[in-house]
């Protein structure tokens, strides 16, 4: 409790004014404080008459503890400290993937790249439910796949991963690192920026190490020192001007360097999932240490205490209703046990009116129930009229003249299926209100409903059986159309054909058109 405290104590000073309040009314209350001044002290013992019980509970003793509870709520008391609303607890991470060319070396089974999308699987398995973002980048940076807990996705873009999709060759760790904080500068949740790669260039050192953002840094280096050859096809490496096969080695020097001068965790590779343990750690202690800096809210703990403020105000809730009998009335249904029914129906009767019980129960779809509540009769007659029983709805309604429930009669009249009744309901309520536009509207239907006499003419039945005089049909016409539908759903099934492509190649044009826009 050492960090118990209140938000708002200056509310505490309402503490001064119940006990200021408490002692004046016990001092209006001091029969001998009144006389000691006009009756010598030696009769007005014998004069007073003391009450014989000072425990009773008075209204005072409500008002001052009602005072007492509510400016200790108001004040706010606090011990610990909670995280804003919809913050997560998991931290989003985004990845960015080195493919540049030497990622395709062999140095580690089976190559660079193929580790590095093993790890990202064995983060999305560890991180179940977290949200993840891929980005891609060696001379050119871009985003494969924003924020999202779909892993299923994030697995299939990962995997189509490969050097040959970027436009631009080389490596620019510096231009990865702009790409994903722009990725993610909407992002309220404090991240984490994972680094996949074979080697950090120096060009790239004072940008990681001038960043300032709301994310961390984590670099995992992909490789050995010994290196490898670059595997450029199935059975083919990659060559120098002088046909020597090229060995890549990873850049531990570099990486050692990166972590002393910018003080970014790095770690290579490993067999095991001791790397990824590692990476999480990471990013949950930087996600700890950047909410710590925020400064989370005190939770206000005040609000616990509305519930004895609530019973305490009950007991004034009702006219007539006083202290001494009300709280010995409690006091016997809690100790008496009674039915849960009758005692819910004493509290109904004794804390709301007949129309407020109509309203709870037409509010729970119960309209049966309140109907036999509500006191007002217009509501008893909605109720009646919800309950499907529109001949009581009609006498309810009708027990008040004016322009809502003429037309609630109409309603009631045409629901039952006497549309000249409605009909005459609805002029009714017309006269009383001119411009009504749904009385009109419903005026409108309600005589197309009331049936017609028929005439003598009309009212001999035709024989159904009776042929036509002549039948065609347009054969040409409906050829023309069944073509036309044909024709076009065979054009849209050619069309999603003609389109459908990998991840790869989507990934491939996307990434051409971005490093074209951002050459431009």
Same mark, same amino acid.
């Given at each position: ?125 560890? %991180? ?220 109904? %009767? ?171």
């Amino acid at each position: 409790m050492a960090d118990f405290h209140f938000l708002r104590p200056e509310w505490l000073l309402a503490l001064a004014a119940a006990a200021a309040l408490a002692w004046i009314v016990s001092r209006r209350e001091d029969v001998r404080a009144r006389w000691r001044g006009t009756i010598a002290a030696h009769l007005l013992d014998h004069l007073v008459v003391d009450r014989r019980s000072r425990l009773r509970l008075r209204p005072l003793h409500l008002t001052v503890a009602l005072i007492a509870v509510g400016a200790i709520a108001a004040a706010g008391p606090t011990w610990e400290r909670e995280q804003p609303p919809f913050v997560e607890d998991r931290a989003p991470l985004a990845i960015a993937i080195d493919l540049s060319r030497t990622m395709d070396a062999t140095d580690v089974a089976p190559t660079r790249l193929e580790r590095a999308k093993l790890k990202v699987r064995d983060l999305l398995e560890l %991180r179940k439910g977290a949200r993840t973002a891929i980005f891609a980048y060696a001379g050119s940076a871009h985003m494969v796949l924003p924020l999202t807990d779909d892993e299923g996705l994030i697995r299939t873009y990962v995997d189509s991963l490969a050097t040959g999709l970027m436009p631009v060759p080389g490596k620019d760790t510096a231009k990865a690192l702009q790409a994903v904080e722009a990725g993610l500068a909407r992002e309220q949740t404090p991240g984490t920026i994972l680094f996949l790669t074979d080697g950090v260039e120096a060009g790239a050192f004072d940008a990681l190490k001038g960043y300032k953002g709301n994310n961390g840094i984590v670099v995992l280096g992909i490789g050995t020192a010994k290196g490898g050859p670059v595997r450029t096809g199935k059975a083919s490496f990659l060559a120098d001007a002088s046909g020597r096969r090229v060995f890549s080695r990873l850049d531990v020097e570099g990486l050692k360097k990166l972590k002393d001068e910018a003080g970014i965790p790095v770690a290579t590779v490993t067999l095991d999932d001791a790397d990824v343990q590692w990476i999480e750690r990471h990013i949950q202690s930087h996600l700890q240490q950047r909410q710590l800096e925020q400064k989370l809210r005190w939770k206000d703990t005040g609000w616990w205490l509305v519930i004895p403020l609530a019973l305490l105000g009950a007991l004034w809730f009702r006219r007539g209703w006083t202290i001494r009998w009300a709280s010995g009335l409690l006091l016997a249904l809690g100790l008496g046990q009674p039915d849960p029914a009758h005692a819910q129906n004493f509290i109904e %009767r004794a804390f709301f009116t007949p129309d407020q019980l109509g309203r709870m129960a037409y509010e729970r779809g119960d309209y049966a129930t309140a109907a036999g509540r509500f006191a007002d009769p217009m509501w008893r007659g909605v109720a009646l009229y919800r309950a499907g029983r529109y001949d009581e709805a009609v006498e309810a309604f009708a027990q008040v003249d004016s322009a809502q429930s003429w037309f609630d009669q109409g309603n009631a009249h045409a629901k039952a299926g006497r549309f000249a009744a409605a009909v005459a309901s609805y002029q009714e309520a017309l006269e009383r209100r001119p411009d009504w536009p749904e009385a009109k509207a419903n005026l409108a239907i309600v005589r197309k409903l009331v049936p017609k006499p028929k005439k003598d003419d009309e009212q001999e039945a035709q024989d159904p059986n009776e042929k036509p005089d002549q039948v065609k049909f347009d054969d040409k016409g409906k050829k023309g159309k069944q073509g036309e539908v044909e024709l076009a759903r065979q054009s849209a099934e050619m069309w999603m054909r003609n389109i459908q492509t990998t991840p790869a190649e989507l990934l491939a044009r996307k990434f051409a058109i971005e490093a074209q826009r951002g050459q431009r």
